[in-house]
Nanobody
Framework: VQLVESGGGLVQPGGSLRLSCAASGFTFSRYAMSWYRQAPGKERELVAAITSTGRRINYGDSVKGRFTISRDNAKNTLYLQMNSLELEDTALYYC?????WGWGTAFRSYEADYWGQGTQVTVSS
């Protein structure tokens, strides 16, 4: 399994970025995927997750209405469109593969079994 994130960078508050995650080594269309992030000195946070078909999507409270997760199963690629970026969005963003096609009732029940190396997003004026 290989997950390779790209698209991070430096952006001003209010700006936008689009992260991509190229997946290989497994049948991408059969598994849920997600984005996590971790800022220095803070706990890792589950940002957004999407089921294998894309029919169910959940977001963390801090990004609802600003971030959009999507996937292209034909291209084996996961995306995260980030709009209205805030200083607090600064973090290392990771793409993960889920253990199954979806997750349980609670968003936090999503389980990842593989992680990418991360891409840095820095929001600064």
């Amino acid at each position: 399994v290989q997950l390779v994130e790209s698209g991070g960078g430096l952006v001003q508050p209010g700006g936008s970025l689009r992260l991509s995650c190229a997946a290989s080594g497994f049948t991408f269309s059969r598994y849920a995927m997600s984005w996590y992030r971790q800022a220095p000195g803070k706990e890792r946070e589950l940002v957004a997750a999407i089921t294998s078909t894309g029919r169910r999507i959940n977001y963390g409270d801090s990004v609802k209405g600003r971030f959009t997760i999507s996937r292209d199963n034909a291209k084996n690629t996961l995306y995260l469109q980030m709009n209205s970026l805030e200083l607090e969005d600064t973090a290392l963003y990771y793409c993960t593969k889920g253990r199954d096609w979806g997750w349980g009732t609670a968003f936090r029940s999503y389980e990842a079994d593989y992680w990418g190396q991360g891409t840095q997003v820095t929001v600064s004026s």
